[in-house]
Each structure stands twice: as C-alpha cells, then as structure tokens.
C-alpha cells in the first residue's frame, strides 16, 4: 500500500487533476463551437516552454509557465489577426497558428541545448505523469497529514492550485458562461460582456492548458478538453448535468486509464507498462464512442431503431 | 414629419436626435465588406408607438435593428434611447432576434431561456433563485407555455420557440420592445399569443418595433411603419404612410395593384 501511495498516487492525482480542469473548460468550448482552442492552445504554449527554458537556463517550472502563458496570449492575438487578414474562418484560422507554433517549438528544441534536458519532443506529448513520485508517503494518514502534503511534486500542487481555480470560475461565471454561449446579443444588451467573457474563458483554457501540458503532456490536454464535455453531451440535455457527468467521466477515465496503463500489461503478460497519458486519453476516447452509439436520446443505435420504426 | 431640428457644433451640421423617442438614429450607415446595406437612415420611433419596419429581401430591416441597437459595428450615424446614449441605456431595450440566431441544440430548458432575461437582476457572482425562476414562470405563462417550461428548447415547435423568446423579453422588464420577424413561420396560436403580448406591453406604455414580412396583416398589429429599402423610403403612421404608392417605391414596383388593393392601401 505504501508503494501505492508513493509512486501510483501522485501520478493519479495529477492525471485527474488534469483531467478535470480541462475537461470542465471544454464544456463551454464545445457548447461554443471552440472546442479545438484546447488543441490549439496546447500546441503553441511548446515554444514559450522553450523560450522560457533559454531565458532562465535552468529548468525552471515558473519562467516556462510564464513563456507558456506569454505564447497563449500571442497565439489568441494571432488568430484574430489572421481570421480578420485572411478572411477565414476562426477554425481555419486555430489550426493555421497552433501547427506553426507548435513547429516552431520542435525545431527551438531541437536546435537549442534545451534538448535532452528532460524537455523534449516526446515530453511534450506524453508528458511526465509517472515521474511524479510521493517518497515520503507511509500510510494513509499522510493524506491528512499538511507536512507530509506538502512535500508532493510541485506539479501536483500547481495543477491542484489551477484545478481548483477553474471550478471556482467556473462556478463564480456559470450563468455569464451559459449567457454568452448561447446568446452573445443578450449579453452585450444585459451589461454582461460576451468578448470579456469569452477572452476570461480562453484565459483559462491557457491556464488550464499549460498547467496540464506540464504535467501530463499535448495528448491527454486535447483528449481532456474534448472528449469528457462531449460525452456527456451525449448524454443530457441540461447544462448542470452535463459538466457533472463530464467531470465524473474526466475523473474517471483519469483513474481507470493509470490503472489499465500500470497494470493491464502485465495481466496481460506482455512485461511493461504503457504511457498512463496515452491510456487515459484512449479511455476517454472510448466512453466518448460508448456514448455516441448507446446514449439515450443521440445515441446512434437509439437513433437508427427509431428510424426503423 | 420629423421631430429632428439642426444644430451646428464644431461647424458641422448634425441632426439633434429626439429626446422623446425610444429609439432614434442620425445619418445611420451600415456596411458588409464595403457594401452599404443601409445607407444615411434618419428615423425616430414614435414614443409608445407599435412600429412594423418594412421592406423586400435585403432592404436591410435586420441589418437596421442589429445596427441600431449596437451588435453590428455602423459607419456612422448617432444612436440615441431617450435622448441618452446607447451604451448607457441598452437595458431600456429587450430584443429578439430571428429565430435562427441561436443555436436550439443547446443544453437548456424553456425556463432556463426564460430566466437569461433576469440575469441583470440576478447581479455578479450570483445564482438565479426561487424568485427568478417564480418570474420566468409568471412570463412562461403569459405567452401560454407554462406547461412547456422544462421542455429543452430544442424539443419546442417554432412558435413556441418564439414565444419562450417573447418570454424572456417580457423578463427584462424593458421599455421598448424590439423583435426580428416575430410572426414569421408561427402558427395560429403563437400570432395570436404573440399580438396579445404587443397589445397589452403597449397597453403598459411600452415602443414596440418589429420586422414584419406580411403586408397584410401590417395595419391589424401595427399603428406606425417605417418603409426601407436600402434607405428610408417612408414613416408615420400607418393610415398616413402605408399607402400604396409608397409600397410601389418600397418593392421596386414588384407588387402587383391586386396586391396593394388586398392591403387596404390608399392609392
């Protein structure tokens, strides 16, 4: 139990953390039709990370955080600029910016001293989620225990600090959030910004992203803003249910796959483990198909037998 | 005709827009990627007046109200709301737009629509409680959908689509009522619900102005027009400004003199 708690909890905690704060975001990206500016915006924070990494020249979390940030914030500036140059849709217009940023990540890796320091191109995808360890852990009392709570990884307190940031936004704008989503007009005439709205929501989105991108990596970020919200659109038809069910399904997933990841492999003979990331992304993806054919109302086997009838 | 007078600042000529007027606008021009829709409209809606803007296809009607009440960015022109600027009086006005507007897929009840309407009264920070949804309730019924209030709006009929709408409008508790086409594709019991509500809100003392697309029916719910077609062809008062040459310059010429004699229009 011990070497549970030292070395399989920290990684779960950071998969569920992840999980949770994204898959919440996404919700509102899904319900706005913006669900790629997850993707978007955890591919362009790669070349702030290494920028951050050059200026520092360390490996220092808070000056790469900040270069993440600081490329969010330029990418969003940048699709604006090319939606409104180039007279393209914004879609069109996220996967211009995040395949060129995100290139321009892997060559500042591969061209800089930045490589092989424990920041590489492989990193970024699947992050570090099973480095996380918990050494000082002895029993389960130190979960109540502040000093031994203290000593986690920083990754695990940062992405606990964020996570629980987005659900007080969350909570603190739910009906600012629904408004806007549904009906910007409304909004604006109601004294409620819907671009102030909208940019506090892709604020967290990069915040959420980057947090996340840390600790768990590119896939599982896109996986989490997508899959658990529309799983559980699915599923529902109120927007209160959904984020439940999306933050049950993203909490899940995030336990189910470390575990199918540590120890599926093994029971199933082959000797190692896989990447917990990838597990968990590939979960969530499997709910999401599960949904789409057995919902209840949307389901695609609901929909054909009413069709048939 | 026109409440407007001249005044000169700065040695320009501008219009003083009427202070009386729920909704007035000066030299209103409005582009799409340098394509004038609307060109240099000068209007005021008459205070306590039920107004139907008319015109064909691309007249800019909703180019107009979107314009005027600020969601479109205009070339020029002045907007003003009581003689106040739109900026500080937007919740004066409750506006419906097109059906088609929003998307009816998402995730939320009759009354949660209903309830939007409130959320100024619901403030920052905070839920809607039992008084807000006892409200969107009270509205809900006003419009004969009390029975569809946890009905998700995808599942709801057009009409009645319209009418939750009308619904959430009456919540905002506005002095001017401004609707996209409320009547269009609305079957009998949404018409009638819908001329109810126009009745009774000017009853209370409110503006109303709607797009309406049905000439016939222009003079049973309306008392003003306001004819565009790319500018302001006319405006007054329905038995003033309906009238059948006007219509001529308004459609081009497309209707047919059986047409403008079904309308009851002076020739």
Not at chain 1, 37 to 50: A, Y
Not at chain 1, 167 to 182: N, Q, W
Request: net charge neutral; hydrophobic share 50%.
């Amino acid at each position: 139990m011990t070497t549970f708690l030292q070395f399989d909890f920290p990684s779960i905690l950071l998969g569920v953390l992840a999980a949770l704060a994204c898959g919440l975001i996404g919700n509102f990206l899904l319900l706005r039709g913006q669900s790629l500016m997850g993707d978007t915006i955890s591919h362009v924070v790669l070349p702030g990370i290494v920028g951050g990494f050059l200026l520092a020249g360390a490996v220092s979390s808070w000056a790469m955080l900040g270069g993440a940030g600081l490329a969010a914030v330029i990418s969003v500036g940048l699709i604006e600029l090319v939606r409104r140059l180039g007279k393209v849709e914004t879609q069109a217009a996220m996967g211009l910016v995040f395949t060129t940023m995100f290139a321009l990540g892997v060559l500042m890796l591969e061209q800089t001293g930045a490589r092989g320091v424990h920041l590489d191109v492989e990193h970024a995808l699947y992050g570090s989620l099973e480095s996380a360890v918990w050494l000082d852990a002895t029993g389960w009392r130190d979960l109540f225990d502040p000093a031994t709570l203290a000593v986690l990884p920083a990754s695990v307190h940062r992405l606990a600090a964020v996570t629980a940031i987005v659900i007080l936004f969350v909570l603190a704008f739910y009906k600012e959030l629904k408004l806007t989503s549904f009906d910007p007009g409304l909004a604006d005439s109601l004294g409620i910004s819907s671009r102030g709205i909208g940019f506090a929501l892709v604020v967290m989105t990069a915040v959420a992203a980057v947090a996340a991108f840390d600790a768990v990596g590119s896939i599982l970020v896109i996986a989490m803003f997508v899959c658990p919200a529309a799983t559980a659109r699915m599923l529902t038809d109120s927007l209160r249910a959904q984020l439940w069910i999306s933050a049950g399904v993203a909490v899940t997933s995030g336990i189910l796959g470390y575990w199918l990841a540590a120890f599926g492999p093994p029971l199933l003979g082959f000797p190692s483990s896989v990447s917990a990331a990838g597990m968990i992304a590939l979960v969530t993806g499997v709910f999401q198909m599960a949904a789409m054919l057995f919902a209840p109302h949307y389901g695609a086997l609901r929909r054909s037998r009413s069709t048939a009838m | 005709m026109s409440k407007l007078s001249v005044a000169a600042v700065d040695g320009h000529t501008r219009p003083v827009l009427d202070p009386e007027s729920p909704l007035a606008v000066a030299g209103l021009t409005v582009a799409y990627q340098r394509r004038p829709v609307l060109w240099d409209l000068t209007w005021s809606a008459p205070e306590g007046g039920r107004t139907a803007i008319i015109g064909p296809n691309g007249a800019g009607k909703t180019t107009f109200l979107k314009a005027a009440l600020g969601l479109i960015p205009r070339l020029s022109g002045d907007i003003a709301v009581y003689g106040r600027p739109l900026r500080e009086s937007r919740h004066l006005i409750a506006y419906v737009p097109q059906r088609s507007a929003v998307d009816w897929e998402f995730p939320a009840t009759a009354l949660d629509v209903v309830t939007m309407g409130l959320y100024r009264d619901v403030g920052w920070l905070r839920w809607p409680g039992r008084r807000h949804r006892d409200t969107a309730r009270r509205m809900l019924d006003i419009v004969d959908m009390a029975g569809f209030a946890d009905r998700q709006i995808g599942q709801l009929s057009g009409g009645q689509q319209q009418r939750v709408f009308l619904a959430r409008a009456l919540a905002q508790d506005a002095r001017v009522l401004v609707m996209d086409e409320p009547f269009a594709g609305v079957d009998a019991a949404t018409e009638r619900a819908i001329a109810k509500v126009l009745e009774s809100l000017q009853a209370d003392g409110c503006s109303i102005l709607c797009v309406h697309h049905d000439l016939e029916t222009v003079a049973a719910y309306f008392d003003h027009v306001l004819m565009l077609n790319g500018r302001k062809i006319a405006a007054g008062p329905v038995t003033e400004a309906f009238t059948a040459e006007n219509l001529q310059r308004t459609y081009g010429g497309r209707l047919a003199p059986t047409q403008l004699a079904g309308l009851g229009a002076e020739a």
